[in-house]
């Protein structure tokens, strides 16, 4: 094992007498900051957070540099609309939630605890690998399936590309000595490597990882004083574990000044004007909810 890193990493790992591979996330200020702390109900934050940690699992095991979009569309059942994690392959995360205040006032009167499915209330759980202007952007689509967003994302994988996963996520605010609250978030995902002559029956193998896994814990997951390393090799040092590579995970968002001016310079007169109140354009970044204020004279010029 090498030296642990704590906080804002993804490891990817091995399991060296199994079938199996993994990654494992470890989330605590940048969590915190794409959040935006209490921008969201409780509920939502979770649950966008544990998005965001799906998005930096897979995103940064891609082989390109570009970004992976997990999107989660509700239906009028749920509170939630619309849920969007974006997350590059050098490690940003942001993230962005719509939701019906009213509605979600109904579902807890229900549940306490109202998971992804009461949340969404069905819809789509999609990815999207998105590698630039110049490539073609690839989608998998999916039903919501499944109390949590985890058990999503599993149904996606084995619908969309037949690979055994299972995945644990765990997303909740962690109060230290000295500290106000802050969302930390933890989680860890397997799959099984397909079998071949090499390796023969692996199906013995998989089950002892997955039983290992399923001993997992929300409170091992989040703990600011267990590191992933340590983590790691609690569940799994009996068969052997390896730690293929480690990367930082950042809270930055893509908007710009310039590129929201630009954006606006494409717009007529009539529909600047428009926009406009006393002769000024506010426009908010959904995601980091920013607000840019310009002046209609000066793109027009």
């Known amino acids: 094992m090498t030296a642990a890193i704590s906080d804002n990493t993804v490891t ?4 060296d007498k199994s079938p199996v591979r993994g990654r494992a996330v470890h989330l605590g200020d940048a969590l915190n900051e794409a959040l ?18 799906i998005g930096a699992l897979v995103a940064r095991a ?3 540099k570009g970004r992976l979009i997990v999107q989660c569309h509700g239906t009028n059942e749920g509170a939630v609309s619309l849920l969007m994690a974006d997350c590059t392959t050098d490690g940003n995360i ?11 006032k109904m579902i807890r009167l229900d549940s306490r605890n109202p998971g992804a499915k009461t949340l969404l209330g069905g819809g789509t759980f999609s990815m999207t ?10 989608q998998g689509l999916a039903a919501i399936e499944g109390d949590s967003l985890a058990e999503c994302a599993e149904h996606f994988f084995m619908q969309s590309e037949q690979i055994p996963t299972r995945i644990k996520l765990a997303c909740g605010q962690v109060q230290l000595p000295g500290h106000d609250p802050h969302w930390r978030g933890g989680g860890m995902m397997i799959q099984r490597i397909a079998a071949d002559e090499t390796r023969g029956d692996t199906d013995d193998d998989w089950d002892t990882a997955l039983a290992l896994f399923d001993t997992l814990s929300d409170e091992e997951l989040i703990d600011p004083d267990l590191s992933q390393n340590k983590l790691l090799y ?11 590579e480690q990367s930082g995970i950042t809270a930055n968002c893509a908007c710009s000044r ?12 009539a529909a600047l004007l428009d926009m406009a109140d006393d002769g000024m354009i506010t426009a908010s970044c959904e995601f980091c909810a920013s607000d840019y204020v310009f002046n209609v004279a000066d793109i027009l010029n």
């Open 258 to 269: 310039d590129r929201l001016e630009n954006t606006l310079k494409s717009f007529d007169e």
């Open 36 to 53: 935006g702390q209490d921008r969201y109900p409780a509920e939502i934050a979770r649950m966008l957070g544990e998005a965001m940690m």
């Open 12 to 15: 990817i790992f091995q399991l």
């Open 62 to 64: 891609l082989k390109f």
């Open 94 to 104: 942001r993230g962005y939630a719509r939701w019906d205040e009213e509605q979600l």
């Open 234 to 244: 609690r569940l799994f040092h009996e068969g052997g574990v390896r730690v293929v």
């Open 129 to 138: 690998i998105d590698q630039g202007l110049d490539a073609d952007q690839y």
